[in-house]
Nanobody
């Protein structure tokens, strides 16, 4: 299993970013996908998840209404569209898949919200 995130960067408050996670090594369309984030000095937290077919999504209260998770099963890719970014969204964002009773993580992509 391999997960590779991209799309992070520096953005001003109120701005937008779109993260991508390219997956390989497993049957992507069969598994839920999740985005987590970890801010400096804080524990890793679940941001959003999406079911295997993409029909159901769920979000942390802190990002609800601002972030959108989606997936393209033909491209084995999951996305996180982040709008109206706030200073407190600054973190390393990780893609996650739970496959065959094991957690897999990408290397993470840094998102920095700063004026």
């Amino acid at each position: 299993v391999r997960l590779v995130e991209s799309g992070g960067g520096l953005v001003q408050p109120g701005g937008s970013l779109r993260l991508s996670c390219a997956a390989s090594g497993f049957t992507f369309s069969r598994y839920y996908m999740r985005w987590y984030r970890q801010a400096p000095g804080k524990e890793r937290e679940l941001v959003a998840y999406i079911t295997s077919g993409g029909g159901t999504t769920n979000y942390a209260d802190s990002v609800k209404g601002r972030f959108t998770i989606s997936r393209d099963n033909a491209k084995n890719t999951v996305y996180l569209e982040m709008n109206t970014l706030k200073l407190e969204d600054t973190a390393v964002y990780y893609c996650n898949a739970y496959v065959d009773m094991r957690d897999y993580w990408g290397q993470g992509t840094q998102v920095t919200v700063s004026s």
